[in-house]
């Protein structure tokens, strides 16, 4: 009987993406989560989809400065808790991206 | 063969006390967290205990690392594992992993399923990635 590919495979990246945080950070981080999803559902739907801040924004009408004074909140909490993103997942520069434009 | 949860405590206890006696390295030091989490999930279904939140996160990560130390024992000896069937009596040290690291994998898939179902609401992978997407960078 040998464990299932998948299965593996998302545990790899569970693996990844906690390899920086506490247990009590993930609870944290769930309680943040939560709170977001509950008061703005629009905004945590975005996030699951992988919209960028400026498409979710538009998706709301909202300017972006609007939504970023929500995330900002969002962003301070997970502060608080130093909940940090693990380097190398989820943002590219976009510095980089310029340079690697042709 | 059936093993029952008795089986599996003995057998994980006198795991763990065989890799206490192994040098420590990074794969013994992932065995033994392993171990030490799953004798500590089967005393708590002996206590008939429900399962919290922050035991919910740890087990996960170490189900995570148990289901990777499975599949690179199978990939690396895989070979020496031809005749056995899990459940029976291991008579070497790879048939003694495999069969204790099957029922580790075994009891935090159930144990995390039904944690998640009872008392809270655990994050999944995705909701975890999108409010990290939100989080600070780790600085070098």
């Not at chain 1, 299932?4 to 009590?24: F, M, N």
């Not at chain 1, 009408?61 to 693990?86: A, C, F, G, H």
């Not at chain 2, 070497?92 to 204790?100: A, H, K, P, R, Y």
Request: net charge negative.
């Amino acid at each position: 009987m040998s464990a299932p590919k998948e299965s593996v495979r998302v545990s790899v990246e569970w693996l990844a993406l906690t390899a920086s945080l506490t247990t009590s950070q993930l609870v944290a981080a769930g309680e943040i989560w939560r709170d977001l999803a509950a008061r703005f559902p629009e905004i945590a739907s975005g996030l699951l989809g992988g919209l960028a801040h400026d498409e979710i924004a538009r998706g709301l009408r909202w300017d972006r400065r609007s939504l970023n004074k929500v995330l900002k909140t969002y962003v301070d909490w997970l502060r608080d808790y130093e909940i940090l993103l693990p380097k190398g997942l989820g943002r590219t520069k976009k510095k980089k991206l310029k340079e690697t434009s042709p | 063969m059936i093993r029952t949860l008795e089986d599996k405590l003995t057998t994980a206890l006198d795991t763990r006390e065989y890799v206490q006696t192994f040098p420590l390295d990074e794969d013994t030091a992932c065995l033994l967290r392993v171990l030490e989490d799953a004798i500590a999930d089967y005393r708590r279904v002996e206590r008939k205990t429900k399962i919290d939140e922050l035991t919910y996160y740890r087990l996960r990560g170490t189900h995570a690392i148990a289901s990777l130390l499975l599949e690179e024992l199978i990939a690396e000896s895989g070979h020496e594992l031809e005749g056995y069937i899990y459940g029976g009596a291991p008579s070497t040290l790879t048939e003694l992993l495999f069969c204790v690291l099957n029922d580790c994998v075994d009891q935090f898939a159930t144990s995390l399923l039904y944690g998640a179902a009872k008392n809270f609401q655990p994050l999944s992978d995705a909701e975890l990635k999108a409010i990290l997407s939100l989080a600070p960078t780790a600085q070098a």
